[in-house]
């Protein structure tokens, strides 16, 4: 059974549409991530949580929102998609120790959800 | 930026023959991770082996070893005796010192032959 679950796993949506990926982490980890993942591309690190503050968001467009309410739950808000954004979404998460700790620590990955949009 | 090169976008391998995954990457950081995520199709990302830069000693993880070269920026990865279950997509990644941000290489999909 995987420590980092993410709901659903195919969420299929029209470009009006609201909706949100849930992800839930059963390891105790104080840092949780999501990235997309496109057809021949490296993985695209979208938002960083670290003790439930945002620490990095890389440039990613507004229609994504993401939101942590606590240390074990991860959530991204889709809102007016684009069909470039069908891809897959991961989650991570992993013990972080900040920005004065050792970060040598892996990631732990969900299964992912893939999106498309129509 | 740092970036994760890997070019080879597919290799093939027989069972229990040894194959090498290639991996390059551009960093100015002399203290950093590195790292080799396993993705099978049922798409969960999988550590498979990590390495700190600081350790000149190759890591190794029973059948999965790595070939670092600190002053070539390379980070190669052999997988000796190749099994079925190793058919998936290999990444290579980065992660600086103090901070969360990991760089991914575009991925290598083996395929190993019976």
Known sequence: ETGVTQTPRH????????????????LGH??????????KKPLELMFVYSLEERVENNSVPSRFSPECPN???????????????SALYLCASSQDFGRTGNSNQPQHFGDGTRLSIL | AQTVTQSQPEMSVQEAETVTLSCTY?????????????QPPSRQM????RQEAYKQQNATE?????????????????????????????????REYNNNDMRFGAGTRLTVKP
Request: positive net charge.
């Open chain 1, 11 to 26: 969420l299929v949506m029209g470009m009006t549409n609201k909706k949100s990926l849930k992800c839930e982490q059963h």
């Open chain 1, 30 to 39: 104080n840092a949780m991530y999501w990235y997309k993942q496109s057809a």
């Open chain 1, 71 to 85: 240390s074990s739950h991860l959530f991204l808000h889709l809102h007016t998609l684009q069909p470039e954004d």
């Open chain 2, 26 to 38: 551009d960093t100015s950081e002399s203290d950093y991770y590195l790292f080799w995520y396993k």
């Open chain 2, 46 to 49: 999988i550590l498979v082996i």
């Open chain 2, 62 to 94: 029973n059948r999965f070893s790595v070939n670092f070269q600190k002053a070539a920026k390379s980070f190669s990865l052999k997988i000796s005796d190749s099994q079925l279950g190793d058919a998936a997509m290999y990444f290579c990644a980065y």
